[in-house]
């Protein structure tokens, strides 16, 4: 009988030896036998964005020059519209401005600037504009709309997580209306132009941190072809806050410079020279 009690007491004593060894678990020093990858987090910047949607309040200072003559061989008198004419000599309005990221290195930027001033002035000096003659002292009203729609694409020669380099081209359709008329004489003038223009594009952006990013950018060309010279400059920089990854604001600079002179007779000869530059307060919608 005490024989029989012995080995209950050994049988027992394994079991709970058994149990506990079951209990302790792997040693703490062993690996997981399919360790998770480690996953890092992107860098949210303009470099890494697939589409932006950008919102802007811009205060410009515009500076217009222009003349319509007779003929090649009757000029018109040169004027300064905002001086002369009495139109604006600065805007407030808000311009919009698309981003599509069609590949890794492929951007196609999508913009619009716009200005339809009007004024009325006794002018101080005789204007002759495109073969009518208005009289100093004379009260005029004038108009002068000016728009310019551009399409550029860029290729990102130079792409890493903090800095992004690209060179491509532009196209720019420009459509351009000016109109005076003289109230005292009751007679007016007025011409137009529309066409596209192209030109070289550089782009630029710098990540400075998780939240800071630096962007700039430059599109110029001047060509003369049959008798129509025509330059075109545009020019941005900007400082971006990234709020939270899909929304950000932002300070930046504009200047748009564009020249125009035809001088052939089988149109109405004349030109137009606008610059128009300022600071911006934008929103930017991204993700």
């Known amino acids: 009988m005490r024989v029989v009690f012995v080995l209950i007491a050994i049988l027992f004593g394994e079991a709970c030896f058994a149990a506990e060894s079951d209990s302790s678990g792997p040693a703490p020093s062993a690996a997981p036998r399919h360790p998770y990858p480690k996953r890092e987090r992107k860098l949210a910047s303009p470099i890494t964005d697939h589409f932006s949607l950008r919102g802007t309040f811009f205060r410009a200072a515009l500076n217009t020059e222009l003349h319509l003559d007779s003929s090649v061989n009757a000029p018109g008198t040169l004027v300064n519209a905002e001086h002369d004419l009495g139109l604006k000599g600065d805007l407030n309005q808000g311009r919009m401005e698309l981003i599509f990221r069609l590949r890794e290195r492929h951007r196609l930027r999508v913009d619009y600037f716009g200005s339809d001033r009007d004024g009325d002035r006794a002018i101080g000096q005789d204007i002759l504009f495109g073969g009518h003659t208005f009289m100093s002292g004379n ?11 551009g399409f550029t694409y860029t290729y990102s020669v130079i792409r890493t997580e903090r800095f992004e380099l690209g060179a491509g081209l532009g196209v720019h359709l420009l459509q351009a209306d ?20 192209p030109t070289p594009a550089l782009d630029g952006t710098w990540a400075i941190s998780q939240r800071f990013a630096w962007t700039a950018r430059a599109q110029y060309l001047r060509a003369t072809v049959h008798g129509i010279t025509g330059s075109l400059g545009d020019y941005h920089t900007d400082l971006q806050y990234r709020w939270t990854p899909y929304f950000e604001l932002g300070l930046g600079y504009e200047e748009i410079r564009a020249q125009l002179s035809v001088q052939r007779s089988s149109t109405t000869p004349g030109g137009f020279t606008l610059g128009v530059k300022g600071p911006e307060l934008f929103f930017r919608v991204s993700f």
């Open 139 to 149: 009260l005029v009203q004038s108009d002068l709309q000016y728009s310019m729609l």
């Open 178 to 197: 000016a109109r005076g008329t003289d109230v005292t004489l009751q007679q007016n003038a007025e011409t137009s132009g529309v066409g596209a223009f």
